[in-house]
C-alpha cells in the first residue's frame, strides 16, 4: 500500500502570492480584450508594437471565439489560421512607432441603442496623412452584426459623400470592436467621416453630445455600405466611440510593379520592373530574386498577368501587371468531363489560354498546367461548395439568395482559388448564364445578381495578390434584355469599376457568323456578333472601352457518334464547324470590342459531345488544325 502524503495548508504569504499572480493573468487579458491590435504588425494584438508571449497569451485565451481583436484572418472565428499569422511576425516589433487613430478614442458615457437600418457618421480631422487600416467602435452590449466605413467629405456643405474603404461584417462583442478595412486607402490630410451601420435595435454603443450637430444619420436597410451618403442626411448633436487607425508613411509599405513593353508580339519579350519602400523582401513566382526592387525579362507565349508581393514591418503589400501577347488571334477554349479538364491535352494541340471549371481543378493540376504554359480563366458557379447555403431539396442551380449567403459564398470561393493558384488566375467569370433558369434555378434576377457580383469582388479584391483581378460579368443583350436590366440595377456603377468586363456567351445555332437577323431583337438574341450590344450599353453605363470576353461560343458538328446538347439547331458539317469557328475569331477581335474569345469545346474523346473538337474515335477534327494556323502564323 502506497505511503499517504502529508497535507499541508498554504501559508499566508502563499495566498496573497496566488491572488497577485491570478490578478495579473486576469487583468492582462481584461487589458488586451479592450486594446485595439496593430494593424501595422499583425499580431501584435495588444498594440505595444512587438509581436511576444503576452499576444499568444490572449490568443490561446480567446480559442474558438470570435474575438475581433484575435480575429487577424477576418474569417470570424480565432482558430489555427490566426495562430499561424501571429507565429509568422513572433519576435518582430516596429520599433517606437505609433499608429496614428483619428476620431473619438475614449470610451464615452452616455448610453445609446436603437440605430438598427440607420446609417449613422460622424465627423473626424485627420492631421496627417497615411494609409488606413482599421476601424474601431466601441459596444457596451453586443446584439446582431455591425459594419463600419469611411467616407470623404464631398457631400452637402462638408457632410458625408463618397465611401472610402469599409469593413467586413463584424459580429460585436463588447468592448471595442476593431476590424481591418477591406482595401487600405490612402488618406490626405483633412476632414472624414466614420460611418456605422447595425443590424440590431438591441446594440449598445456609447456616445455623448457635443453641441456641434456633428452627426448625419438616415434610413437604410442593413446590407453592405452604399456607395455615396445620402445628400439630406438628418443632424443629430452626438459623437461616438469610434475611430480610425492609420500606418504613418514611415512604416507603411509599397510596391509598384511595371511592364515594358506592355503588349508584345508572339516571340517577344517584355522587362518587369519593381520598386518598393518600408519593405524587407519581396517574392513573386517569375523571379527567385527577393530583392525590394529590380527587374527581370519575361517572355509570355500569351497574355499574361504577372503579381510580386513584399512585406515590411509595416505589412504585406502586393502589385500586379499584365504583358499583353498580340500576333493575331489566339484559340481560347472550355473543358468539360467527369475526369475534370485535361489541361495537358490542350498543351498538345498547341492551345495555351484555357476557360475551365474550378471543381474539377486542383493546386496539382493548375501548377502543371502553367508549367505547360497554360494561362487559365474560371467559372464560380453553381457547382461549388455551398450546400448548406440552399434551402432543402433545391439543385445547385439554386444561387446563394441573401446578401449575408453571398458573402459566405465569395469567401469559401476565394478560400477554394487561392489554394489551388499559387498566382492568381487569368480572369474569374462569376457565375454561368445567371440570366437562364437553368442557372438560376429560383428565378433569374439581375439585381441579385449585380449584389453577388459585388459582395465577390470585395472578398477577391481585398485578398493578397487579387487586387487586380479581372472579374467577368454576365452581360447577354438577349434573354429578355438581360444586359439592360444589369445596368439598370446598377445604380452605384460597381461595373464602372475597371477591372470588371462584360461577357456573353454567343451562341447562334447553325448560322454563320456574318448572318443578321431582321430585327434588333432578333439580333440580340440569336446573332454571333450580339457582343457588339452588350458593348455599347455597358459603355454608356459610363464605363471608358468595356471589352467584352466571349468565354463561350461555338456549332454542333454532324459527326457520327457524337450527340447535341439542347437545341443547339440542326448541326454544321465539321468543315463548316472549323471555317465559322475561325470567322467567329477573326470576326471578334477585328471589332476592336472584344479583349478575348473562348471557343467551346475541347475535351477528351470520351466525351461525346458535338461541340467537342475531337472525334469519338479520339482523331481531331479540322478545327484543331485551323485553330493551329491562326496561332502559329498570326492571322
Same mark, same amino acid.
Given at each position: 500500500?502506497?505511503?499517504?502524503?502529508?497535507?499541508t495548508r498554504p501559508t499566508k504569504p502563499h495566498l496573497l502570492l496566488?491572488?497577485?499572480?491570478?490578478?495579473?493573468?486576469?487583468?492582462?487579458?481584461?487589458?488586451?480584450?479592450?486594446?485595439? #491590435?496593430?494593424?501595422?504588425?499583425?499580431?501584435?494584438?495588444?498594440?505595444?508594437?512587438?509581436?511576444?508571449?503576452?499576444?499568444?497569451?490572449?490568443?490561446?485565451?480567446?480559442?474558438?471565439?470570435?474575438? %475581433?481583436?484575435?480575429?487577424?484572418?477576418?474569417?470570424?472565428?480565432?482558430?489555427?489560421?490566426?495562430?499561424?499569422?501571429?507565429?509568422?511576425?513572433?519576435?518582430?516589433?516596429?520599433? +517606437?512607432?505609433?499608429?496614428? /487613430?483619428?476620431?473619438?478614442?475614449?470610451?464615452?458615457?452616455?448610453?445609446?441603442?436603437?440605430?438598427?437600418?440607420?446609417?449613422?457618421? =460622424?465627423?473626424?480631422?485627420?492631421? =496627417?496623412?497615411?494609409?488606413?487600416?482599421?476601424?474601431?467602435?466601441?459596444?457596451?452590449?453586443? *446584439?446582431?452584426?455591425? &459594419?463600419?466605413?469611411?467616407?470623404?467629405?464631398?457631400?452637402?456643405?462638408?457632410? %458625408?459623400?463618397?465611401?472610402?474603404?469599409?469593413?467586413?461584417?463584424?459580429?460585436?462583442?463588447?468592448?471595442?470592436? !476593431?476590424? @481591418?478595412?477591406?482595401?487600405?486607402?490612402?488618406?490626405?490630410?483633412? @476632414?472624414?467621416?466614420?460611418?456605422?451601420?447595425?443590424?440590431?435595435? @438591441?446594440?449598445?454603443?456609447?456616445?455623448?453630445?457635443?453641441?456641434?450637430?456633428?452627426? &448625419?444619420?438616415?434610413?437604410?436597410?442593413?446590407?453592405?455600405?452604399?456607395?455615396?451618403?445620402?445628400?439630406?442626411? /438628418?443632424?443629430?448633436?452626438?459623437?461616438?466611440?469610434?475611430?480610425?487607425?492609420?500606418?504613418?508613411?514611415?512604416?507603411?509599405?509599397?510596391?509598384?510593379?511595371?511592364?515594358?513593353?506592355?503588349?508584345?508580339?508572339?516571340?517577344?519579350?517584355?522587362?518587369?520592373?519593381? /520598386?518598393?519602400?518600408?519593405?524587407?523582401?519581396?517574392?513573386?513566382?517569375?523571379? !527567385?530574386?527577393?530583392?525590394?526592387?529590380?527587374?527581370?525579362?519575361?517572355?509570355?507565349?500569351?497574355?499574361?498577368?504577372?503579381?510580386?508581393?513584399?512585406?515590411?514591418?509595416?505589412?504585406?503589400?502586393?502589385?500586379? +501587371?499584365?504583358?499583353?501577347?498580340?500576333?493575331?488571334? !489566339?484559340?481560347?477554349?472550355?473543358?468539360?468531363?467527369?475526369?475534370?479538364?485535361?489541361?495537358?491535352?490542350?498543351?498538345?494541340?498547341?492551345?495555351? @489560354?484555357?476557360?475551365?471549371?474550378?471543381y474539377n481543378l486542383t493546386k496539382a493540376k493548375v501548377d502543371a498546367?502553367?508549367?505547360?504554359?497554360?494561362? +487559365?480563366?474560371?467559372?464560380?458557379?453553381?457547382?461549388? #461548395?455551398?450546400?448548406?447555403?440552399?434551402?432543402?431539396?433545391?439543385?445547385?442551380?439554386?444561387?446563394?439568395?441573401?446578401?449575408?449567403?453571398?458573402?459566405?459564398?465569395?469567401? &469559401?470561393?476565394?478560400? +477554394?482559388?487561392?489554394?489551388?493558384?499559387?498566382?492568381?488566375?487569368?480572369?474569374?467569370?462569376?457565375?454561368?448564364?445567371?440570366?437562364?433558369?437553368?442557372?438560376?434555378? =429560383?428565378?433569374?434576377?439581375?439585381a441579385d445578381y449585380l449584389d453577388m457580383v459585388h459582395q465577390f469582388?470585395?472578398?477577391?479584391?481585398?485578398? #493578397?495578390?487579387?487586387?487586380?483581378?479581372?472579374?467577368?460579368?454576365?452581360?447577354?443583350?438577349?434573354?429578355?434584355?438581360?444586359?439592360?436590366?444589369?445596368?439598370?440595377?446598377?445604380?452605384?456603377?460597381?461595373?464602372?469599376? %475597371?477591372?470588371?468586363?462584360?461577357?456573353?456567351? $454567343?451562341?447562334?445555332?447553325?448560322?454563320? #457568323?456574318?448572318?443578321? *437577323?431582321?430585327?434588333?431583337?432578333? =439580333?440580340?438574341?440569336?446573332?454571333?456578333?450580339?457582343?457588339?450590344? !452588350?458593348?455599347?450599353?455597358?459603355?454608356?453605363?459610363?464605363?471608358?472601352?468595356?471589352?467584352?470576353?466571349?468565354?463561350?461560343?461555338?456549332?454542333?458538328?454532324?459527326?457520327?457518334?457524337?450527340?447535341?446538347?439542347?437545341?443547339?439547331?440542326?448541326?454544321?458539317?465539321?468543315?463548316?464547324?472549323?471555317?465559322?469557328?475561325?470567322?467567329?475569331?477573326?470576326?471578334?477581335?477585328?471589332?476592336?470590342?472584344?479583349?478575348?474569345?473562348?471557343?467551346?469545346?475541347?475535351?477528351?474523346?470520351?466525351?461525346?459531345?458535338?461541340?467537342?473538337?475531337?472525334?469519338?474515335?479520339?482523331?481531331?477534327? $479540322?478545327?484543331?488544325?485551323?485553330?493551329?494556323?491562326?496561332?502559329?502564323?498570326?492571322?
Amino acid at each position: 500500500m502506497a505511503a499517504l502524503r502529508s497535507k499541508t495548508r498554504p501559508t499566508k504569504p502563499h495566498l496573497l502570492l496566488y491572488l497577485l499572480v491570478f490578478a495579473l493573468v486576469g487583468g492582462s487579458i481584461l487589458l488586451l480584450s479592450l486594446a485595439a #491590435p496593430n494593424p501595422n504588425l499583425p499580431g501584435d494584438l495588444n498594440n505595444d508594437n512587438k509581436v511576444d508571449g503576452a499576444d499568444l497569451a490572449f490568443l490561446a485565451s480567446v480559442w474558438k471565439t470570435n474575438t %475581433p481583436n484575435a480575429d487577424l484572418n477576418n474569417d470570424s472565428i480565432v482558430n489555427g489560421a490566426d495562430l499561424s499569422i501571429l507565429l509568422s511576425n513572433y519576435g518582430k516589433s516596429t520599433g +517606437t512607432t505609433t499608429p496614428v /487613430n483619428f476620431g473619438e478614442t475614449n470610451v464615452l458615457s452616455t448610453d445609446d441603442f436603437g440605430n438598427a437600418n440607420l446609417m449613422v457618421a =460622424q465627423s473626424a480631422s485627420l492631421s =496627417q496623412s497615411g494609409t488606413l487600416q482599421s476601424l474601431s467602435f466601441y459596444v457596451s452590449q453586443a *446584439s446582431g452584426k455591425l &459594419r463600419l466605413g469611411l467616407y470623404d467629405a464631398s457631400g452637402p456643405s462638408g457632410g %458625408p459623400g463618397n465611401k472610402l474603404d469599409e469593413t467586413a461584417e463584424i459580429t460585436p462583442i463588447a468592448g471595442w470592436n !476593431t476590424a @481591418n478595412v477591406l482595401t487600405p486607402a490612402s488618406l490626405s490630410a483633412g @476632414n472624414y467621416w466614420l460611418a456605422y451601420l447595425a443590424s440590431d435595435n @438591441n446594440l449598445h454603443f456609447v456616445k455623448t453630445a457635443d453641441g456641434s450637430s456633428s452627426g &448625419r444619420i438616415y434610413p437604410y436597410a442593413y446590407s453592405a455600405m452604399p456607395a455615396t451618403f445620402s445628400t439630406a442626411p /438628418n443632424s443629430s448633436p452626438s459623437h461616438w466611440s469610434f475611430y480610425a487607425t492609420l500606418g504613418t508613411s514611415s512604416t507603411t509599405p509599397s510596391v509598384n510593379l511595371s511592364a515594358s513593353p506592355s503588349s508584345i508580339s508572339s516571340g517577344g519579350s517584355s522587362s518587369l520592373s519593381w /520598386n518598393s519602400s518600408n519593405t524587407t523582401s519581396c517574392t513573386a513566382t517569375w523571379t !527567385t530574386s527577393h530583392a525590394t526592387s529590380g527587374s527581370q525579362s519575361v517572355s509570355p507565349t500569351s497574355t499574361t498577368s504577372y503579381s510580386i508581393s513584399c512585406t515590411g514591418t509595416g505589412g504585406t503589400v502586393n502589385a500586379s +501587371t499584365t504583358v499583353t501577347v498580340g500576333g493575331g488571334t !489566339t484559340s481560347y477554349t472550355t473543358f468539360v468531363g467527369s475526369q475534370g479538364p485535361d489541361l495537358q491535352l490542350a498543351a498538345s494541340k498547341g492551345i495555351h @489560354n484555357v476557360r475551365t471549371d474550378i471543381y474539377n481543378l486542383t493546386k496539382a493540376k493548375v501548377d502543371a498546367a502553367r508549367a505547360a504554359g497554360i494561362q +487559365t480563366i474560371i467559372p464560380i458557379a453553381d457547382y461549388n #461548395p455551398y450546400t448548406d447555403l440552399r434551402p432543402a431539396g433545391t439543385s445547385d442551380h439554386y444561387a446563394p439568395a441573401t446578401t449575408a449567403q453571398r458573402i459566405t459564398w465569395s469567401q &469559401r470561393m476565394m478560400q +477554394t482559388i487561392v489554394g489551388d493558384f499559387s498566382t492568381p488566375p487569368q480572369a474569374i467569370e462569376i457565375w454561368n448564364e445567371p440570366w437562364g433558369p437553368g442557372f438560376w434555378s =429560383q428565378g433569374p434576377n439581375a439585381a441579385d445578381y449585380l449584389d453577388m457580383v459585388h459582395q465577390f469582388s470585395l472578398v477577391a479584391w481585398a485578398t #493578397p495578390g487579387y487586387a487586380n483581378m479581372k472579374l467577368l460579368v454576365s452581360c447577354d443583350p438577349g434573354w429578355g434584355g438581360w444586359c439592360d436590366q444589369l445596368i439598370a440595377a446598377d445604380t452605384n456603377n460597381y461595373l464602372n469599376d %475597371p477591372r470588371m468586363a462584360p461577357t456573353v456567351h $454567343p451562341y447562334c445555332n447553325d448560322r454563320s #457568323p456574318d448572318f443578321h *437577323s431582321s430585327t434588333t431583337q432578333a =439580333q440580340k438574341d440569336y446573332d454571333c456578333d450580339r457582343y457588339k450590344f !452588350t458593348y455599347n450599353i455597358w459603355k454608356a453605363h459610363g464605363a471608358a472601352d468595356p471589352k467584352v470576353w466571349l468565354t463561350e461560343f461555338g456549332w454542333v458538328s454532324l459527326t457520327p457518334g457524337s450527340k447535341a446538347i439542347g437545341s443547339e439547331g440542326p448541326g454544321v458539317s465539321e468543315q463548316t464547324q472549323s471555317d465559322y469557328t475561325v470567322k467567329m475569331y477573326k470576326n471578334a477581335l477585328a471589332s476592336g470590342q472584344v479583349a478575348e474569345a473562348n471557343a467551346y469545346m475541347l475535351s477528351a474523346c470520351s466525351e461525346i459531345w458535338s461541340y467537342n473538337w475531337i472525334r469519338p474515335d479520339c482523331t481531331d477534327k $479540322p478545327v484543331i488544325a485551323a485553330v493551329k494556323s491562326l496561332i502559329i502564323n498570326g492571322n
